[in-house]
């Protein structure tokens, strides 16, 4: 294995040694050019994910617990998948009146509930880091706390987004955020629930990931 | 041309007899063609983002085996395990061997051109593993027994009736209808039992970051992200070419890829992957194994005009903007990789002897070379590659290997009476008295009359009209 290694990389210098290239020099004004002021941005995060199906719940700092919950009960949702060792997590299990859907704590290694996380939950609930205007994307870093399969196997994924958490361009995300000198096991964008156009070009949501992505934008 | 050598020109006329397929493609085409020129509307920003790409690919070009051995590093610090292979056996057999180490039984796939350049499917399945493609355009043609029609789009060729018919015929629990809703969510119901189950899941790579060490996978289904999250083992194949130095790079070019395959400002997911589950994390592979394949690439990249090929972001708009393409489809091609990039690809991946006819599936209108995102000369190269075909080189596998006695003489017949004006006034006025009396089923002139017309010889040649026009013959 480790001969065809130094087979490739042996061909591939001598290939290039022979032909050197001078590429041309990269030039990110076209995306540092890129900039919405801050009204802006929500306005048109929110139409290009409405585009594809997004939906929006507009509420606060104080009440989205009591709104989450009451727009899930208002949907007949039957649970709620939440990382409890988070912040947000914490307001939930404190705020979440009796009655509502249940609420399903992401625990344990997935091994212990694959069964029920595939079969048995209507809706997960995660932060984000923010939104980006360019695309309309939520950036979402799943950790230890709020695992990556939170916002894919739940049919419906809520988002909280706080409402200054705004970026222009995914480039400006990265950069300010150096993101360059630590990746986590596993970043996404999210830009609305899963959809597909393979069976002729005709649009359907929900084929392998959340039927409905819901963006809770605090304020 | 050798003996297994695969006939575009049989299989391109049977599929312009086929009115229901070209009728598919004709209205898939122009649907993407509309909604990409509105996605790059404004050309400042076009001409910007697509020189910025072209530059991103360029610059990874020019450090390739560096940057291939810093991916490796940063991969192996993450805890992901790189793998190389030279070949689509070497790269087969690595699998393989992985998947017989953790036993697996069950492999979920997330959409790779990689592993179609690799038969990998039929090479599991004969070795008694199932393989079972996810995202949804590559089920529908792996239950139709079929090989994708378009890299991104592989069902494309086929209408919701002809899938309709396929689910019900194929899928036990299906009840006939022809509501794309409805049969999405069959495949979700049916693909949902096999993700948790499955013992390894194999995805490709639309970029690998050597600076983080970072997977990049872009998609709409959520499939990709299942197939590399759920199972115990994620398996990610890449063609050596798919590496980019810094992570600032990949906007860039999943702004170009997303907007020019399918004219979405992006995808709905954008996977990010530079680890495989570490300790308290709750979910997520175990095992990550990056193979890496060269399979003909190297050679490629030797050649200073050909290395080009490499750049390619497999956006696939060339095909969607190609006149041959969309009037013939895709499995006329009978590649992996078909369209414009599959015909300058192909020929140097698998050999001139066996591809020798696909640079001259094009008719040099350039349509692919305006629109692609990140300018690969796509026309040069098909010109060199024709050219390559009959003349015996070192360049391309099978250089030579269409090299033709008559033609040679054809054109070197031509070459003398176009050097010598006493040839030419002789042939000219020749053809002019007897041109007209060739039967248009001549070896040679059958090519061009089978389908059209044959031209008529004026009976008097244009040097002896413009004489009498008083005009001299210099
Ligand atoms: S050759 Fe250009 S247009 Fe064609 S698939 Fe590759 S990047 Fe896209």
Redesign the interface.
Known sequence: ??E??N???G??????D??????????????RNKRWDGAERLERIKR?MEA?HTEFLETTEADWPTDVQAFLKAQGTRNLLFGPATEAGGRLSAEWAEGGPELIP?A???ETF??RL?DGIDAGITTTLGAIA????LIVWP??EE???MS?VPHMHLALLRADALYD???QA??ENR??DG????????????????????L???????KRLVVVVIR | MGESSINFAKASSAALQDQQLRG?FR??MD?LMSKRAVQFADTA?WN??R??G???R??A??K??EL??KLEANCTKNGIQV????TTD?ANA?VLSIMQRVNAKLVVKGKSMVSEEMHLNAFLEKRGIECLE????EY?VQLDEAMPSHII????H???KQ?AHLFKQKIKEAEYTED??Q???L??RV???K??TADVGISGVNMAVA????LCLVE????G??ST??PPVHIAVMG?EKVVE???????V??LLTRSA?AQ??????????????A?????PDEIHLV?L?NGR??I????EL?NTLRCIRCGACMNHCPVYTKVGGHAYQAPYPGPIGSILMPQVEGLEKRGELPHACTMCNACVEICPVKIPIVEIMGRLRSEAVHPGDAVRGAGSHASKAEAMVWKGWSMTYASPLAYQFATALLAKLGNAAPASLPLLKEWTNVRAKPRFANRTLHALAREKGIPDV
Do not use: C
């Open positions: 294995m480790s065809s290694r087979a490739i990389l061909k591939l210098r001598a290939g290039r022979a032909h050197p290239l001078t590429p041309p020099e990269s030039d990110f004004a076209v995306l290009m594809v992401y344990d290694r997935v694959k069964e595939f360019d695309t309309g994307s950790t230890p695992p990556r399969l894919l361009t995914f480039w990265m950069t993101w360059a990746m986590p096991t596993n970043a996404l964008l999210i830009s609305g629930p899963s959809k597909t156009a393979d069976i002729e070009q005709t359907a949501y929900g084929v392998h990931g959340p | 598919n209205r898939a649907g920003e910007g983002v020189a910025l072209a530059s991103v360029l610059r070009l020019s390739l085996p291939l051995e793998h190389w292979a030279s070497e690595i996810s995202d949804l355009g529908i789009m592989p069902a494309i086929m209408n919701t899938i794309v809703a049969l999405t969510d495949a979700r693909l949902r039992k993700f948790a600076e983080t060490g970072t709409n289904e959520g499939n992200r299942m999250t759920v050596l810094k992570l600032e790079d990949v906007p860039p999943i702004s399918t400002p992006i995808t709905t997911y954008v996977n990010m992957i530079s680890s495989p589950r570490k308290g994390e709750k979910d997520g890496i060269d190297s050679g990249y030797a050649d200073e290395r």
